[in-house]
């Protein structure tokens, strides 16, 4: 039987048409630049009498600056207007810079190439807060994190792949200026043809009136962005990864000639792996963590990301002097340690990035995501800019390639270590994701009856001490868990109960004060719309069945009226943190990867909740499988 995922997407007209246009529209971007950049490198094709050296680097300066300039603007177009529209009007806009960039290349006219370049990035610049921003539109929720896999996926692959191209066609003389043309042209028509069956995407800030200060509009779209303290720690991430990438990606020329003694096709053997790797990791990121948007991938990739890249330092020093090509270089034992450190930082950097977009497109406003990404394309071209400088600045104070690479991967610990402390958050989901991801198999059934959005409260049966990790790693909205104060102030559990907001409660006859705060917070929680979760039993079963629920669920609901979602855990019952056979935690686990199961039942209705009811409900839920 066919089980769902995120490949099954590119079955449905909502999201195949999207990244279609996306996927050759970054194709052309590279398509172009890279034949732009191979003609001035061998070519000696020049401008006002600058070197090749200097119009090189000044290319990647004029792709970057429309970012600067244009994003804000293109953050609150993709708000006021259909964005299907204006998918077409900027991939109308592509075909017009493809025909006058064929008389660049025609004439060997830099100048004419280089404001096509200049107009190419005006063209990503509006087209990157749209693509993100309309996946929310397109895509049910389950689904966000595999579409963002895909388009990281599909970007990654289209980069690559134009790079060789451009490579490749421009140098098929003396016809590849024309051939050139051809294929850019061509790929501008196919986007734009794409981005006419992509559906209509209704406008979520119709309203907006248009700020057209670029100054004043970027730093408005940041104030706001920086008021939800996740979302902007996410931005600062995504610009992180950027920074860290662009320094690998601006290196590997020289890593391949002077640290791997390699010729230009060990260069494209390292992009190749480094670009199938993000591929890899993206596509990785919904089985990894079940199609929910799952925050522990993220300290998860950025272990890996030092991990390897610290690796590769070391790997890489060891090579044995010898001019290699591609072939020779993939033949050598000495070097499949340095063309796995590439490759996995490539698939630690999927498992980053993804999951930080995904949890953007969610967390921020519906009517603000496309500036909310609008900033972060600014951000991303400033941590890049910053990182070419640092590079220069090293390296002309004598740092080696290799040691250049070492340190980007020694400061990327300290940069996760304080995004982990800014929001704590990310560190917990990881905890939770390692535990219930090396422990447990978990079958659900039923997921989908938690609701998207508003309060309700989950009741469910209390096997063991990881109950709620497990819990929270199988529902996608943060949960509010009613934990016992005891259980709540163990080592290591206080620290995730903490980060998750959950609140302590004890029973009357130990502080009747503590259990009337935690009542208050339960009744806040749920006025603000969250999804309050509690174990009615009051404590962990000792012999496996499920004890007398607590009058306490009626009290709840009495107190806020909101739907009650009962819930059962299987397999539990055993396990080395329940209390079969004595005390919970002193006993020999019985191994990794345990079945259990997680069983969601039908809402009910507040005005029919009663304690005996729900109590029945589980026992239904749950049914022998202790």
Not at 408 to 430: C, D, H, K, Q, S
Request: aromatic share 12%.
């Amino acid at each position: 039987m066919h089980q769902p995922n995120q490949f099954d997407l590119m079955s449905q007209k909502r999201f195949l048409p999207l990244f279609l246009t996306q996927f050759t529209g970054a194709f052309n971007d590279n398509l172009f630049k890279n034949a732009f950049l191979v003609l001035i490198a061998f070519y000696g094709l020049s401008t006002a009498g600058l070197n090749s050296a200097v119009l090189i680097n000044m290319a990647a300066g004029i792709f970057i600056l429309p970012f600067f300039l244009f994003s804000t603007l293109a953050g609150q177009l993709a708000e006021k207007y259909d964005k299907a529209l204006l998918a077409r009007w900027i991939k109308g806009l592509e075909i017009i810079i493809m025909l006058l960039a064929g008389l660049g290349f025609i004439w060997h006219n830099a100048a004419i190439l280089m404001g096509c370049l200049f107009l190419m990035g005006v063209h990503s610049a509006f087209f990157g807060p749209l693509k993100y921003s309309v996946l929310p539109q397109y895509l049910k929720q389950n689904e966000i994190l595999g579409g963002n896999g895909l388009i990281e996926m599909g970007t990654f692959v289209a980069i690559l792949l134009g790079q060789i191209a451009g490579t490749l066609i421009i140098q098929q003389q003396p016809y590849g200026e024309i051939y050139i043309i051809i294929a850019c042209l061509g790929f501008a028509i196919m986007g734009y043809f794409c981005s006419r069956a992509m559906p209509a995407a209704p406008p979520t800030a119709p309203d907006l009136k248009i700020g057209w200060n670029i100054f004043t509009e970027t730093a408005k779209i940041i104030s706001h962005t920086r008021k939800n303290k996740t979302v902007f720690n996410s931005l600062l991430g995504i610009s992180w990864f950027w920074f860290f990438g662009s320094i690998y990606l601006t290196q590997f020329p020289h890593f391949a000639k002077e640290t791997l003694h390699g010729d230009a096709s060990v260069y494209t053997l390292l992009m190749t792996l480094f670009s199938l790797g993000v591929a890899i990791g993206s596509l990785l990121c919904e089985k990894l963590s079940d199609a929910t948007v799952e925050l522990g991938l993220v300290p998860f990739g950025s272990i890996g990301l030092s991990v390897f890249a610290i690796d590769l330092f070391f790997a890489s020093q060891n090579l044995a002097p010898a001019s290699y090509t591609a072939y020779t270089f993939l033949t050598g034992l000495s070097s499949w340690r340095i063309i796995i450190d590439i490759l996995l930082i490539g698939v630690f950097g999927g498992f980053f990035i993804v999951p930080l977009y995904a949890l953007i497109q969610i967390r921020t406003e519906h009517e603000f995501t496309s500036r909310a990404i609008a900033a972060n394309n600014i951000l991303n071209s400033l941590f890049m800019v910053v990182a070419a400088g640092m590079s220069i600045a090293l390296l002309e104070a004598g740092l080696s390639v290799s040691q250049l690479l070492l340190l980007a991967g020694i400061l990327n610990i300290f940069v996760a270590i304080y995004i982990y402390t800014l929001i704590p958050e990310f560190l917990m989901r990881f905890m939770v994701w390692i535990l219930t991801h090396t422990l447990y198999r978990i079958k659900k059934a039923g997921v989908e009856n938690i609701p998207e959005h508003g309060a309700v409260v989950l009741t469910c049966n209390h096997v063991s001490f990881m109950d709620a990790m497990i819990l929270a790693g199988a529902i996608r909205r943060p949960v509010r868990f009613v934990m016992d104060h005891r259980i709540y102030n163990l080592p290591i559990m206080n620290f995730i109960c903490r980060t998750a907001n959950a609140i302590p409660i004890a029973p009357t006859k130990e502080s009747a004060q503590m259990k009337d705060v935690a009542f208050t917070q339960i009744a806040q929680a749920l006025a603000d719309g969250e999804i309050v979760a509690i174990f009615p039993e009051g404590r962990i079963t000792s012999n496996g069945k499920i004890n007398r629920f607590m009058p306490g669920i009626e009290q709840i609901i009495k107190t806020t009226p909101v739907p009650v979602i009962p819930m059962a855990l299987q397999g539990l019952w055993g396990s080395f943190f329940s209390r079969k056979d004595g005390a919970a935690m002193l006993k020999m686990p019985r191994g990794i990867f345990s079945k259990i199961g997680l069983v969601v039942g039908q809402p009910i209705a507040p005005e029919s909740v009663t304690r005996l009811k729900l109590e029945q409900e589980t026992h239904l839920l749950r049914g022998d499988w202790q």
